[in-house]
């Protein structure tokens, strides 16, 4: 264990992702860097049967609640708790003393995950240790249309945005802002599953703006249009940082995409570790302005007309590329968590500049649809790093042999439904619908 980390491992972790999302590697880069820490770890995922399950990193894997609501997520925290001091009771053989349950650090993975826990913060404590946050706080930066409205009274840049109230005046908006445009959903974690709708799209018609403001009921949140900002080499940045109790971000970095899927627009499936003052500094001051505690993940991108860094995108969360921020002693944003909330101290980050971060499933399918990426080498690029892969671990392979099987498994049914709605769309057109072929005569036919 890292000499200058003194973790309190009598406090497991239960992680908490309601996304039902199997191929998350943020959650598995947490059980792997507390687990390795010898801190039990245990994981609220979409199923027991996931990919992240098969980490010898996580202790179990319990399955979420079937609806998002905060009052059912709490109540099984309670049992989760309830069931771990009953296996510490049996592998001390029944020597804990009675008296009150040692605490629990609860770290979500995803946005709903971490404002339902904010929103039962009261309640859930001092069983459980969370950050100190409310619902009101994250709202102001997990809401797309408010952390637009956030920038713009803090001066921060900001693509420019607009929040229509109809389809007309979507698509007027949208040739206002130029297209293509941006498109976002304000609160993407209330989207259905199942419904093809994305948080995040690029639409190049006034058509499609006017289709998919149509489908604001379903979304269950506003539909935002903003300037898209054109994507190229080197414009593309994230700040990873932990705020602890006492508001020091002592744990903080930069790093720049080399890779993202789908390209330009999409999550890190190449990431390194790229010093950006100007980046750490408007992430910094936005934590400190917002008074902010946690971790959390924070999107730009470089306008290079005019040399600001907008704001893209504020995740109070883990970014599900956490792992590429952890320094030559393994301290990341999720270990300063535990650190900080079980009272210890959280010691300064040692940059590890040129490290690089892949996600093997999504930088496989970036190479494939983009040989010739966007984003390049950069600067820092010759320093030495060593690479990170999400899934694949020589002491944690397991996960990564699960992981390729299920996203084959994923990528067959999509490739499968592409060629069932192609072929239902041609049985459409029955030949008794179709008009008479005309007329061809032997003229034509040598001219073809």
């Given at each position: 264990?890292?000499r ?58 319990r399955?979420g ?79 797309k ?124 499936a ?7 003052p ?34 893209l ?114 049985r ?17 036919l040598?001219?073809?």
């Amino acid at each position: 264990m890292p000499r200058r980390q003194s973790f309190d491992t009598r406090v497991p972790t239960v992680l908490v992702r309601l996304d039902r999302n199997p191929f998350h590697h943020g959650t598995l880069g947490a059980a792997r860097s507390l687990g390795r820490a010898g801190i039990p770890v245990h994981a609220v995922i979409e199923s027991s049967n996931s990919p992240v399950a098969r980490s010898r990193y996580l202790r179990s894997a319990r399955t979420g609640p079937a609806t998002t609501s905060s009052l059912r997520l709490a109540e099984l925290l309670t049992r989760i708790a309830d069931e771990i001091d009953d296996e510490i009771d049996g592998e001390t053989d029944g020597e804990t003393p009675d008296g009150p349950s040692g605490p629990v650090l609860v770290l979500p993975l995803d946005d709903i995950s971490a404002l339902a826990l904010a929103r039962r913060r009261a309640e859930l404590a001092p069983r459980f240790l969370l950050p100190e946050q409310t619902e009101e706080q994250l709202l102001r930066v997990a809401d797309k249309a408010a952390l637009a409205r956030t920038c713009a009274a803090l001066g921060l840049p900001h693509p420019r945005t607009e929040l229509p109230t109809g389809a007309d005046e979507a698509a007027a908006m949208a040739w206002s802002l130029g297209l293509p445009v941006v498109a976002k959903w304000s609160r993407p974690w209330l989207l259905p599953a199942g419904r093809g709708l994305r948080s995040t799209s690029i639409v190049g018609s006034l058509a499609e703006v006017r289709e998919l403001y149509d489908r604001t009921p379903e979304a269950g949140s506003r539909l935002l249009l903003q300037e898209l900002l054109p994507a190229g080499r080197d414009l593309d940045w994230f700040f990873h940082g932990y705020v602890d109790s006492a508001g020091r971000c002592a744990t903080g970095a930069t790093g720049r995409k080399e890779r993202s899927w789908p390209d330009g627009a999409g999550l890190t499936a190449v990431g390194r570790w790229t010093e950006n003052p100007a980046v750490d500094r408007a992430a910094r001051e936005l934590l400190e302005a917002l008074g902010y505690r946690g971790v959390c993940d924070l999107d730009f991108r470089l306008d290079r007309s005019t040399g600001a860094y907008h704001l893209l995108d504020f995740n109070p969360r883990p970014g599900a590329q956490f792992r590429l921020f952890a320094d030559s002693e393994g301290l990341d944003v999720v270990r300063a968590a535990h650190l900080d909330l079980t009272g210890r101290p959280v010691p300064p980050h040692s940059p590890a500049y040129g490290r690089r971060f892949v996600v093997e499933n999504y930088a496989a399918l970036s190479l494939v649809t983009s040989p010739r990426s966007r984003y390049g080498a950069g600067p820092g690029a010759a320093r030495p790093g060593r690479t990170e892969f999400a899934w694949y671990a020589a002491d944690d392979p397991v996960p990564a042999l699960a992981m390729g099987l299920a996203w084959l498994s994923h990528l067959l049914r999509k490739a499968l439904g592409a060629v069932s709605r192609r072929l239902r769309s041609g049985r459409a057109r029955h030949p008794a619908t179709l008009p008479a072929p005309a007329r061809t005569s032997p003229d034509q036919l040598t001219q073809r």
